[in-house]
């Protein structure tokens, strides 16, 4: 069965990094598009990141762009987002997310499978 399993997750002070990793298995990695989606305390999913199949090329969010990157390691079968000059609006929980296809879709209730989530804190 497909699993997606995030970890690196804390509590980091404003302008910090952190790594985040997305363990998958159940599937050919390789095939599909992957995503980063995130969710602040009383506020709904936010898209963060996108990374498609074959090229791998990247797509991010306005909020993230220049801050975050997004990649994968298909020998490994995980998906990396590498979170850096992090601010207190990027708290959140952080999902990663499998798209049914190559690339990712536009709409967030398209993605046919979803991590259990690692939970971002940034606060001094």
């Known amino acids: 069965q497909v699993q997606l399993v995030e970890s690196g997750g804390g509590l980091v002070q404003p302008g910090g990094s952190l790594r985040l990793s997305c363990a998958a298995s159940g599937f050919t990695f390789s095939n599909y598009a992957m995503s980063w989606v995130r969710q602040a305390p009383g506020k709904g999913a936010e898209w963060v990141s996108d990374?498609?199949?074959?090229?791998?090329?990247?797509f991010y969010a306005d909020s993230v762009k220049g801050r975050f990157t997004i990649s994968r390691d298909n020998a490994k079968n995980t998906l990396y987002l590498q979170m850096n000059s992090l601010k207190p609006e990027d708290t959140a929980v952080y999902y990663c997310?499998?798209?049914?296809?190559?690339?990712?879709?536009?709409?967030?209730?398209?993605?046919?499978?979803w991590g259990q989530g690692t939970q971002v804190t940034v606060s001094s």
């Open positions: 990374i498609n199949s074959g090229r791998g090329s990247t």
């Open positions: 997310a499998k798209s049914p296809s190559v690339v990712a879709p536009t709409d967030l209730n398209s993605y046919d499978y």
